[in-house]
């Protein structure tokens, strides 16, 4: 008896220490959980483009995720060591590190396949077309897609299954075969309801609206948009996107149907939601909609700002399809308006897009048309064999043998072409950049700044000039963002110019006590608010000029003046210092030329490419009636430029 109660003591111990352990280990397992789930949201708070804020989580980002991962596999707890590869998917694809991230996904796939975690085979080739989608190669996403769908059926998950319909469907709207995305989305639908996954059935509802809508079938889009937008504004949902591309939607079957208030109502609801988050993508298409509303209700004014609303978040999220859909109505609301210099504008946008378009379609149809010849010409080989090389086999092969050198020419000749105007824009590019970059090096001087901060350090030590301290202090600050503002730039207004230049003029003056004075003047026609300049092309002159020119003056001046002659503006700076010669023979190198004429001139060269017109820059010594020199004077001619 003893014995049994002993042995059956011992049980309850054994069996509340294995309890003991398998609740410790479940335990463990939810903080690894934890702790990855914890790293999505370094991933998704951290700018990927701005390599120069990388904070203290992001840098140790990889090296904990990696740890993360051996943990998952060491404790043989799946669910993270698949969780963790799929966070560091993540990182790696916004990274753009291509290699890494296939062969962290391939290495991942057999990992799977080896364990015989079908489920994590499904997810991982899945996120392989992922990959591919992202790159455009639309071929090889609907491959790996496919293969996810066949290996999601096999083990009948009907949550893998919808995904990879879903992106098949996604995948084939994506290269305009609308046909299949509608069969593919419906499918989508019917699989996620069997798995009575209401999320992937309410994305299914917004991707039937967004279809119908490009095929231009008003009801269906209304239907389903209006599905989706009640649907997502429940609170058992969180998906904020799907919200916002129903009311795209939405926005897009009203217009279709003629009904402009409604499409107007719905733009604007739209807008008020993208807004405090930034996703202005979702404008593109809301705003042209509602353009071609406004426009049939003859608000013709607010029509043309919401068509070029469209076209800038078009540039801005690099979508060429739209950008080209908004060129369109742009130039077709701007010829109805008389406005023929913005429609002429836009038309040469559209056309260089188009040929653009056109130079890469015609290389396709080459290579297809070469490919083609190719396999005629074994095939003639094998006839000719066949019929003894006869004569008259002979001479057709001769024939086509030439035929396909012909075209093999024309193949090399025009490759040959495409890559030298791709490299010839790209040099352009690269040399515009470069004057950008070596025009705001020149703005920002070292030496200005240095010298700006000492007087404000001066203002600081010197009592009662606190206030002055604070007014440079202000004045600099509004300077550096005007500069940084404008040297993303090709063109200001010289509304703005001026305001820039006298900024930085009333800074200078503080610096030297007011030894010099300025004046600034604008005599133009136009509004200046709507005559467009390069920023900043006086300013490295007018930074010489008080360095070099009137450094020692007590009464210099230097005078800015804007003249508008004729279809050309006229500006000049000039300055009562010891003049263009003097500075230079002072100079150790004689023979140097300085860093503001290389600058200037080589934005010209760029605007004279650019705008296929002549411009005119000098500078020069100013001379009195006694052949002395008075100052340094610098003149420049630009064909006027007018906002768009």
Known sequence: MNTIKTTSKGLLLLLGLLSTIAYAQKREQKELIREIDSLYRVIYTHNYQDTLSYDTAFISFEAKINDLIDEGMTSGHKGAFYKANNVLFIHLKYKDADEETLDLLNNTIAHAVTNGDTVAHAQFTYLVGNFYNRKDEYDSSLKYFEDALRIAESIDNKGAEAAAVNAIAVTYANIQRDDLALEYYYKSMEVAKLSKDSTQVLTSYGNLATVYGRLGNADSTLHYADIAYRMAQEDVFDEPAIRLHALNSLTVGSYLKGDYTNAIKYADIL?????????????????????????????????????????????????????????????????????????????????????????????????????????????????????????????????????????????MASLWIYNYQKRRVEQERLAQQKAQNDLLRFQMNPHFMFNALSSIQLFMINKGQGVNALEYLSKFAKLMRRILENSRKDLVSLEDEISTLRHYLDLQKMRFDNRFEYRLTADVEEDTAELMIPPMFAQPFIENSLEHGIVDKEDGLIEISFKQIGDKLKFMVTDNGIGLSKSMSMKKDVTHESMATKITKDRIELLRKQLKKNITFNVRDRINDTREVIGTQVTFELPLQYRI
């Not at 919401?306 to 399809?321: C, D, G, L, V």
């Not at 188009?354 to 095939?379: G, M, P």
């Not at 090389?389 to 001769?398: G, H, I, S, T």
């Open 271 to 411: 807008t008020e939601q993208v807004v405090p988050i930034e996703e202005y993508g979702f404008l593109i298409t809301s705003d042209l909609f509602r353009s071609k509303s406004l426009n049939e209700l003859g608000r013709n004014r607010q029509a043309l700002d919401f068509a070029r609303s469209s076209y800038k978040y078009a540039q801005i999220q690099e979508s060429t399809p739209a950008e080209v859909r908004s060129l369109e109505w742009l130039i077709q609301l701007s010829e109805s308006q008389g406005i023929y210099d913005s429609a002429l504008y836009y038309q040469k946008r559209f056309s260089f897009i188009q040929d653009s378009i056109a130079n890469i379609e015609t290389n396709k149809r080459i290579d297809a048309l070469a490919n083609r010849y190719e396999t005629r010409q074994k095939e003639k080989d094998l006839a000719a064999l066949r019929l003894l090389k006869q004569e008259e086999e002979e001479k057709q092969r001769l024939w086509v043998y030439m035929l396909v050198t012909v075209i093999g020419l024309l193949v």
